[in-house]
């Protein structure tokens, strides 16, 4: 069975202390970054890709499923990929063929950006627990490394892979202080 990290809505400021928990504990996670919040952190960005995390679209500004015409919801999504490439460029990584990518609030039943997927021939990529680290105030760390623990011991009982969605950054910039330490205390329980 697999555990694996993905992160949504960064980069933001919580995100450089988050990849020096992930560094020391040798553990290589998943961005779904935000164009909006890129652009002005390609060098963030290009550190990820240097310490082996793999870089995620999460298009450009988290628009609400049906708020954007088809249209710009491609354009979105192709210019935050070149930002993406722009930062595998500065990291002197090669960027892959095929970027991850997430939708905003997931792809949900009866989601029209499903077309739009087809459109680009671009996979979903989901989740298995979805954290409230996002909620305001956030969950304590020590809550949120509990959710985590329970989820995968739910899991391993049915031995199913495990991926988690936590949030690294937001649309307004947000700090994320209890997820960066909720995945300390978890890295270091599996040590
Ligand atoms: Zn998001």
Redesign the pocket.
Same mark, same amino acid.
């Given at each position: 069975m697999s555990i694996r990290l993905s992160f949504?809505?960064g980069p933001g400021p919580s995100t450089p202390p988050l990849l020096d928990v992930l560094h020391a504990a040798s553990c290589e996670a998943t961005f779904?970054l935000l164009g909006q919040n890129l652009a002005g952190a390609l060098d963030v960005a290009a550190r990820m890709a240097r310490e082996g995390h793999r870089l995620g679209n /999460?298009t450009h500004s /988290?628009a609400r499923p049906g708020a954007l015409p088809d249209d710009v919801l491609i354009d979105e999504i192709e210019a935050t990929d070149a930002l993406i490439r722009e930062a595998y460029r500065r990291a002197g990584v090669p960027a892959p063929d095929a970027i991850p990518l997430r939708l905003?609030?997931g792809l949900m039943p009866q989601d029209n950006r499903a077309g739009v997927l087809a459109r680009l021939q671009r996979e979903h990529t989901g989740w298995t627990a979805i954290l409230d680290d996002w909620q305001r105030p956030a969950p304590s760390p020590q809550a949120l490394c509990d959710a985590m623990c329970a989820h995968v011991d739910a899991s391993a009982a049915q031995h199913r892979d495990v991926l988690f969605c936590m /949030?690294d950054g937001s649309r307004h910039g947000e700090a994320r202080p209890n997820t960066v330490e909720a995945v300390r205390l978890f890295l270091n329980l599996r040590d």
């Open positions: 949504d809505d779904f /999460h /988290h905003p609030y /949030h």
